[in-house]
């Protein structure tokens, strides 16, 4: 089983306990995963509402396949094809997603809650009112992520791309973003409470700029966000 980390990294973060560099910035809880050896998976395709506990996939093409509604309890995906796999309500618990990859994955509705997801190459990715609870997304590339609606709670996106992620109408609480590129981001109807922005290697929004309370950034990425600003507030700038 996986036990719950008490302190957060990033940007200094403090586990919720604290502020954030002395901001007053809550730290987002990130996932300390001590997984059992896994057996491996050796069954067939997966199957909807199916429990999956303490297995292994390991390369294994789930493309197309429905999972709809599954259990993956201490599970370890590696390097797994998703492409338009039907996860939508699935409950990925205490584990570990590494270099999956494939375009138009389903995962609306579903739960991840102390997970871990390294290096994926992902695109199409829907994931709107999904749960997303202690959940650490490393490395890689995710274009068009789709999190309408989605709660988002102690997650850290960290050393990845996200290329115009989706996140109208979704509540983001104690959420990082670290030495990552934000492009093109929608935060239309978006909650923030303690989302910490200033790690971000670079940061675009194109819509929902006046979301941004609840946030923190960085006066560099202030005024980087000038004009996008000055556009929403219906300020002309002229010299």
């Known amino acids: 089983m996986v036990r719950r980390a008490g302190s957060a990294g990033g940007t200094g973060g403090t586990g919720g306990t604290g502020g954030t560099g002395g901001t007053g910035v809550k730290g987002a809880r990130r996932p300390e995963l001590r997984l059992p050896a896994p057996e491996r998976y050796e069954g067939g395709g997966l199957e909807p509402d199916g429990d999956y506990d303490g297995l292994e996939f390991f390369e294994a093409d789930l493309s197309a396949q429905d999972g709809a509604g599954a259990r993956f309890m201490d599970c370890v995906l590696t390097g797994c094809a998703l492409d338009e796999a039907r996860l939508s309500r699935a409950r990925l618990l205490d584990s570990v997603l590494a270099g999956v990859r494939g375009v138009g994955t389903d995962l609306s509705g579903a739960v991840l809650r102390d997970v871990e997801v390294t ?121």
């Open 119 to 239: 290096d994926a190459r992902l695109g199409g990715t829907q994931v709107h009112g999904a749960e997303l609870e202690r959940v650490l997304i490393r490395g890689g590339k995710i274009d068009f992520l789709n999190l309408r609606s989605a709660r988002l709670r102690d997650v850290v996106f960290e050393s990845c791309v996200l290329v115009e992620p989706d996140f109208g109408g979704a509540r983001l609480e104690r959420v990082e973003f670290v030495d990552c590129a934000l492009k093109g981001a929608d935060l239309s109807g978006a909650t923030l409470t303690d989302v910490d922005l200033r790690g971000a290697a670079s940061l675009e929004i194109a819509r929902g700029v006046d979301r941004l309370a609840g946030a923190v950034i960085s006066t560099g990425q202030l005024l980087d966000l000038a004009p996008v600003l000055a556009g929403e507030l219906g300020i002309r700038v002229l010299d």
